[in-house]
């Protein structure tokens, strides 16, 4: 076949979309046909000022920045003023950026935006990265002439996430469109009359909703800043950074993390358009102050006569090599919340036989039964990014706005896929934002979710279920029998339950993308088993489904491909010393298990970056490094291995983990880690030991990679006060800290290109300064990173259909006076480490006992009171709160929530009023 056959049959199948030819200022572009002019010219590599335009939430044309000049053929010399964000791109357009009118235009549309905005850049928190300032200066507004009073507005109390300026407004629009249109929030608005425009609350008070913090990067000037960088301001251009990975949940967003003076002063989004695109959660963005919280790690200690002493580096490290010394006998328990080279560097210090995977019984179950699933399934599971394009979702037993955050903003714009459906019929581009919202109205994508009490998701499901665990895993059996006869079914299934299922199989069978999301939270393997039936029956039908699994921890996924024994056998193994790996055992099991445990005759080496309950009990702690001063590697839940490197070196003797571990079994002659000395020494072992891993020690480029010579700067070109920050201690300036496990560099010194992705620690491109500099950094605008996105997925479908479940569990029936206990997730304070951090726990629960209002009023309790509960584990008193959503004979309960002891699974319980 001819090349150019070829290329028109392959086009003809959408394998790519069709190109066009554009002009330019006179210089001829093949783009793509389709888009939008403004985001075809930024791909293109060329500037052109705008505000209200957001390559995640489309255009509307409000704020006229974009002008161009657009012109009918090469004989029109006159032309006319059109708006980039509205211009379709179409074979043969002609357009001219430089045009002097085009200029002048948005010359004047700038300065008019600045005649009330105040003078303050030199104290804005947003100074040096704003947007509107790299605006300002494209667009040629020097000198203002506006010499009149500027209009003012009063500022409101937004709660402990965000700082609110609202004189700074230049009224784009951008913050209630990603807040209301694009996160669902409900209690941020625009009010206006006149010329006054106000952004904000109906009052003072909290911003309710868990993505409030990406108004902070959204926002193009100083409207909404961090209030946490507030508290220790620093310039942002004088911040050491990091690319990261979150560490707080198990979807493994990318941020950049930002240093000054040895303490982690922000935390942002660093661009994945696989994971987690532009934006972060509230939790990833604000939970990071842990890191400099008062119960951090920050010496050795050892316990001497029944109190802890601290020790210095030489002698705490002597005293672990004594500790597992090649006579001892070591039990070793590894963490979900651990890197993957900590976890391997003691699975390999202690040998397979004693390593134990420290997880509760019942996250292990399912976490090993989730990677069971999707490496033997012939089902695919999908990324962020493609679940939001998804057209039929079931979500079985998660409250994903509180469990797996960003999934449920991938789920909010899934919804919209019937929307852009609709406008496709009726030639409207999907980036015309507000005529597709105007032409589709509310409809919506079939969303079902299925849980035991209502979530934040709800107002954009087709219909939502409310049943015991066990009930809805039975209707997710339910689904599969409908889609396929072969699937088991559960019996005697409710009349109203059956209907659904039936509504829900049709769903799915007639959609393109159907996706099925189930997980931990429930604490029931029945919902992960059930959501795989349904996947397995689809795939008979000829349909391609994606199945995703909520797991619990950042490493979840990795720790249960490492593999290790469960932590109930470690409580029974002997041992002359327990080596226990960034975790605290009273999370993981009950108390009295826990402490006997302890109690034990041995020794107990722990090492941690933050004091837990369990550490009170050891005999040598040592430091280690938290997420932004370590290096190491997480899998999420997908099965994505990403790379996260420390934005500084902490004081000594915080160390990574594994770092630790090479160096005391180094000086205690174990042979084990030999040759494990740096971070691409471990990775490359792992990927050695174990086949599931291979391709790891390619996330990144190795320590030896250079450009131009030159290592990859931490720290912009415009970091200052490097001698100045060390005067209390030299008057020298010090050399950089060296860094043996990355290319990247403590310095300003160095690369500051466009260096690999998994390696940019910050954005930035000439004229742009601000965080909208990523488009520079994209092949297009809002599509992959030059060279990839950072990650390697190590889970594929496997090669076999696989096999039915066939335990479906019974109806779960009330019993008089008991209550079956399920777990109640909350975004804010469930999570260990960020339950830290100040402004998190402002927005934290206070424990509490969640009863429908039926249940109460029969055991005689009112709202606020206080219950008296009998647990497996013991007695707990808890105040009550009344859900109304909550079914009959149900009783709810946060996990994890500091004040609430450690419990599982779904057991019964009975209450009562306090005595």
């Known amino acids: 076949m001819p090349e150019e056959a070829c290329a028109l049959s392959i086009q003809s199948l959408n394998f790519w979309p069709a190109m066009v030819k554009i002009v330019i200022d006179g210089k001829s572009y093949d783009v793509e046909e389709g888009r939008n002019l403004l985001e075809t010219v930024l791909s293109l590599g060329l500037d052109l000022p705008y505000f209200c335009w957001h390559p995640a939430m489309g255009s509307v044309g409000s704020c006229r920045q974009c002008a161009v000049k657009k012109f009918k053929d090469e004989d029109d010399e006159q032309g006319k003023i059109t708006m980039a964000c509205m211009e379709p791109v179409k074979d043969g357009l002609r357009t001219s950026i430089e045009n002097p009118e085009a200029r002048r235009f948005r010359s004047h549309i700038i300065e008019s935006l600045m005649t009330n905005h105040p003078h303050d850049c030199p104290t804005c928190d947003e100074g040096g990265e704003c947007h509107l300032q790299d605006m300002t200066v494209m667009s040629g507004h020097n000198y203002r002439r506006y010499r009149f009073n500027k209009r003012t507005y009063r500022n409101q109390y937004l709660g402990p996430f965000l700082n609110h300026e609202m004189n700074r407004c230049i009224q784009c629009y951008r913050c209630v469109r990603f807040y209301k249109e694009y996160a669902g929030g409900k209690d941020l608005d625009v009010f206006a009359a006149h010329n006054h425009v106000y952004f904000g609350r109906h009052e003072d008070g909290i911003l309710e909703n868990e993505f409030s913090g990406n108004l902070v990067e959204v926002c193009p000037t100083g409207v909404f800043t961090d209030k946490t960088l ?211 109205q509310d409809t919506r994508s079939p969303i079902y979710i299925a849980m035991p009490y209502s979530t934040p998701l709800d107002d954009i499901a087709a219909q939502t279920h409310r049943a015991a665990p066990a009930g809805l895993a039975r209707l997710g059996f339910a689904v599969a029998k409908k889609i396929n006869s072969a699937a088991p079914a559960p019996e005697k299934l409710p009349k109203g339950t059956d209907a659904l299922a039936g509504e829900v199989a049709d769903a799915l069978a007639s959609a393109n993308h159907p996706l099925v999301i189930a997980g931990a939270s429930l604490q029931s ?73 302890l109690d034990k005759p041995h020794q107990i080496l722990i090492l941690d970056h933050i004091h837990t ?19 190491g590697t997480l899998v999420n839940q997908e099965g994505r291995a990403q790379r996260y490197y420390q934005a500084y070196v902490p004081e000594s003797p915080i160390r990574e983990s594994w770092r630790w571990l090479h160096e005391i079994a180094g000086i205690a002659g174990r042979e084990e880690l030999n040759g494990l000395a740096n971070l691409d020494d471990i990775t490359r072992g792992l990927a050695k030991a174990e086949a599931v891993f291979r391709g790891i020690d390619e996330l990144a480029p190795p320590p030896g990679f250079r450009i131009n010579g030159q290592r990859i ?41 466009k260096p690999p992705s998994s390696l ?65 997730c909350h975004i804010f304070g469930q999570e260990e480490t960020s339950a830290l951090a100040p402004a998190i726990r402002e927005r934290m629960p206070a424990p509490y006992l969640a009863l429908n209002p039926e249940d109460a009023s029969k055991a ?17 008193e808890l105040p009550v709160r009344l859900l109304p959503s ?30």
């Not at 931490?714 to 300036?733: C, I, K, L, V």
């Not at 005689?860 to 707990?876: D, V």
């Open 230 to 440: 507030k508290k220790h301001y620093t310039r942002k251009w004088d911040l050491s950074n990091g690319p990261s990975i979150c560490q707080q949940c198990s979807l493994g967003c990318n941020i950049i993390t930002g240093e000054r003076y040895g303490s982690l002063r922000r935390v942002r989004s660093r661009y994945n358009a696989d994971v987690n695109g532009y934006f972060l959660c509230d939790r990833g963005r604000f939970g990071y102050e842990f890191v400099n919280s008062d119960d951090r790690l920050r010496l050795p200690f050892a316990k001497r006569n029944g109190a802890f002493e601290p020790l210095n580096p030489e002698e705490a490290t002597e005293m672990a090599a004594a500790l597992i010394s090649p006579e001892k006998k070591v039990v070793a328990i590894g963490s979900p919340r651990a890197s993957l080279e900590a976890n391997f560097a003691l699975k390999q210090l202690a040998g397979a036989d004693n390593f134990y995977d420290g997880m509760s019984r019942t996250d292990r179950i399912i976490a090993r039964k989730a990677m069971e699933i999707l490496t033997s399934f012939s089902v695919k599971t999908p990324s962020l990014k493609e679940i939001e394009k998804a057209d039929a979702i079931l979500v079985l037993g998660e409250d994903l706005t509180n469990s797996a955050p960003m999934m449920a903003l991938a789920i909010r714009q899934a919804a919209r896929h019937k929307q852009f459906s609709i406008a496709g019929r009726l030639d409207i581009p999907s980036w015309n934002d507000h005529a597709v919202r105007e032409a589709a």
């Open 525 to 597: 393997p029945a919902l992960l088993e059930a959501a795989a039936n349904i996947c397995l029956a689809l795939q008979q039908k000829d349909k391609s489904p994606l199945l995703s699994f909520v797991l619990p921890e950042a490493n979840t996924a990795g720790l249960a491909l490492l593999g290790g024994k469960p932590l109930e056998e470690a409580f029974n193994a002997e041992a002359d010393t327990v080596v226990l790996l960034e975790n605290d055992l009273f999370r993981r099991a009950e108390e009295k298990k826990v402490q006997q445990f």
């Open 613 to 631: 309950s369990t550490a009170d009990s050891a005999s040598l702690v040592l430091p280690s490094g938290a997420f932004a001063e370590s290096d």
């Open 713 to 753: 700067a931490r720290q912009s070109h415009r970091y200052s006060g490097r001698t100045a920050m060390h005067a209390n201690q030299t008057m020298d300036e010090p050399p950089p800290p060296p860094d043996p496990d990355s290319p990247l560099a403590f310095s300003m010194e160095g690369y500051h290109g």
């Open 760 to 824: 940019i620690p910050f954005y930035w491109s000439p004229g742009w300064n601000s965080v909208q500099s990523i488009n520079k950094y994209q092949i297009e605008v809002g599509g992959h990173l030059h060279g990839g996105d950072p990650g390697k997925r190590l889970i594929e479908p496997g090669n076999e259909e696989g096999q039915y479940f066939e335990e479906i569990p019974e109806e779960w029936e009330k019993r008089p006076d008991t209550w079956l206990l399920a777990p109640i």
């Open 860 to 876: 005689q309790l009112e709202e606020g009171e206080i219950a008296w509960l009998e647990l497996p584990g013991g007695a707990l």
């Open 886 to 915: 909550l079914p009959a004979g149900l009783a709810g309960m946060p996990r994890g929530l500091p004040g609430i002891p450690f419990w599982e699974g779904l057991p019964d319980i009975r209450t009562s009023q306090q005595s």
